[in-house]
């Protein structure tokens, strides 16, 4: 294996749970105020000579999975609901590159999941294959170097989307000098493999996607896409990885250091303990021919599209383009909508879109997180405010227990775990399926570039649908309405017995008395 950082086991880290995060949280304000105290604002990286390249500049060479996705014409299409199949996936898909592996994340954390992941991408890269990682710059402070020493191997490259000037212990305070410039993320998950098979959805990298983390695991939805759709998968990435704000790492910092024994000895041990017990005594090739198999039988061909934001959002494109999706005839609810949403905020034109659905007849379900089970409070905070609202049009709203039966579910690794719902998934009418990266608040709409698979097929939206059933169960989220004097009603299940409550699950007088006071901040449109 060729040289990484000495820092490689931390190179990937992040704050424990805060993905999806909001552009102003309790630790980004400190870093803000401290750089106001401390330093100036320095200007984003520009890069002049950067080259252009392309998901289908190298031929794919012929594998079974080539062979696969070239089997039909169209696309194939195949839910990745369970935690551990999410993660596997991505790692046989690793593997199994010949030719080019395209990888494009918001977070990638250093932990178990993120370790053998990168594992099997440098492993990738020693057989030849062209590997091009984009990452989202704003919870990478302070790996720089490990992303050059990457970006050193012959077969890697290493961009960051919308770094910030100021690399130092004050990099977040940024967004104190330039906000408008800074507040712009890159959303998008991708992970494409020879240009013909595409993981998308809402996953990041790191255990709490995956079912590993022993405190805290996330409910999300993933789908393999391959054939045509993985081809306009291919396109996206490279719109984003040769816009002007994906930045050479190279160009940012200078320093890489080889990898030690000790290093490698982590990585190597990291992929070991993601194995599945079932292919610890198989050879590698058999596992992943085991699982190509599995995979094939259970794929749906189908019609697919790629829905994704621009690389350039601007006062020219103020709307993310899932806002013109969703007044497409096509995509119009004439029956039912049913919509999983990490984080909701459903300020500007959202909760009129809602209510015009409603009015013409049709039932909308909503589910999101609850105090108990979002990563973010000041999210939930806005959220509050909004439930009324919601119950008012009709709309059926939901919130995510934390504790209930999908923690139990999630809890991949014998610990008492919580559950959070980083879904973004929506079935329209029980005929259209959309998984991806959008959630329904002013981050996701304004700020965030965010990609989706839009699979137009009533099989492919029951399984959606049956996998999102289980979520809306009474004994894993509160279904909530209003009483008589027009209160918020909690209700749902807890060990079989009905449980009916007035305040917000699991809260205290001051949790609801600090939401109240951040209501009171202009922080609603950046979150």
Same mark, same amino acid.
Not at 180 to 186: A, G, H, I, K, V
Not at 493 to 509: A, F, I, M, N, R
């Given at each position: 294996m060729l040289p990484l950082s000495d820092s490689i086991t931390a190179m990937l880290t992040c704050e424990p749970h805060s993905?999806?995060?909001? @552009?102003?949280?309790?630790?980004?304000?400190?870093?803000?105020l401290a750089g106001v105290l401390l330093s100036a604002c320095a200007a984003s990286p520009q890069v002049s000579d950067k080259s252009l390249s392309h998901f289908n500049d190298r031929a794919a060479v012929e594998s079974p999975l080539v062979a696969l996705a070239t089997s039909h014409a169209g696309s194939g299409v195949s839910l990745l609901a369970?935690? @551990?199949?999410?993660l596997q996936s991505r790692l046989h898909f690793a593997a199994m590159a010949q030719s080019t592996l395209d990888v494009q994340y918001y977070l990638w954390q250093g932990d178990d999941s993120g370790l053998a992941l990168t594992q099997e991408v440098l492993l990738a890269a020693d057989r030849g294959v062209r590997v091009r990682i984009l990452l989202d710059d704003i919870y990478h402070s302070g790996r720089d170097s490990a992303y050059q020493t990457l970006d050193t191997h012959p077969n890697v490259e290493v961009r960051l989307f919308n770094p910030m000037g100021n690399r130092g212990a004050t990099k977040q305070s940024n967004y104190a000098f330039?906000?408008?410039?800074?507040?712009?993320?890159?959303?998008?998950?991708?992970?494409?493999?020879?240009?013909?098979?595409?993981?998308?959805?809402g996953r990041n990298i790191g255990d709490e996607y995956f079912g590993r983390d022993t405190s805290f695991n996330f409910q999300d939805m993933d789908a393999i896409a391959i054939g045509e759709v993985a081809a306009d998968t291919g396109e996206a990435f490279d719109v984003f990885w040769n816009a002007e704000l994906a930045i050479p790492v190279s160009a940012l910092t200078q320093g890489a250091n080889h990898i030690t024994e000790e290093q490698t000895a982590r990585l190597v041990a990291a992929r070991e303990r993601v194995r599945p017990a079932v292919e610890r005594n198989q050879a590698a090739s058999a596992a992943r021919a085991d699982w190509l198999a599995t995979f094939a039988r259970g794929l749906l061909w189908t019609e697919a599209e790629i829905l994704v934001d621009r690389p350039d959002r601007s006062d020219d494109y103020p709307d993310s383009a899932f806002m013109t999706f969703i007044h497409d005839a096509h995509a119009q609810p004439r029956e039912s909508a049913v919509i999983q949403t990490a984080y909701l905020i459903p300020n500007g034109p959202t909760v009129a879109n809602l209510e015009r659905l409603t009015s013409a007849g049709a039932t909308v379900r909503i589910l999101t997180n609850s105090a108990k089970s979002n990563n973010h409070g000041s999210v939930h905070a806005y959220y509050a405010g909004y439930r009324k609202a919601l119950l008012t049009t009709g709309i059926d709203l939901y919130e995510l227990q934390g504790k209930g039966s999908l923690a139990a579910y999630l809890d991949r690794v014998g610990e008492d775990a919580h559950a959070g719902l980083h879904t973004k998934a929506m079935v329209i009418d029980d005929r259209v399926a959309v998984i991806g990266s959008y959630n329904m608040d002013p981050r996701s709409r304004v700020w965030n570039s965010e990609i989706a698979l839009i699979v137009r097929d009533p099989d492919f939206a029951r399984q959606v649908l049956q996998e999102m059933e289980r979520d809306f169960a009474p004994e894993a989220s509160w279904r909530l309405s209003l009483d008589d004097t027009g209160a918020l009603v909690w209700t749902?299940?807890?060990?079989?017995?009905?449980?009916?409550?007035?305040?917000?699950?699991?809260?205290?007088?001051?949790?609801?008395?600090?939401?109240g006071m951040l209501r009171l901040l202009p922080l609603e449109n950046e979150l």
């Open positions: 993905t999806e995060a909001s @552009a102003l949280n309790w630790r980004r304000a400190c870093f803000i369970d935690p @551990a199949d999410a330039g906000k408008s410039t800074f507040n712009y993320r890159m959303h998008n998950k991708i992970f494409l493999v020879d240009g013909v098979a595409a993981i998308l959805g749902g299940e807890s060990e079989d017995e009905l449980v009916q409550l007035t305040k917000d699950p699991g809260s205290s007088w001051w949790d609801r008395f600090l939401w």
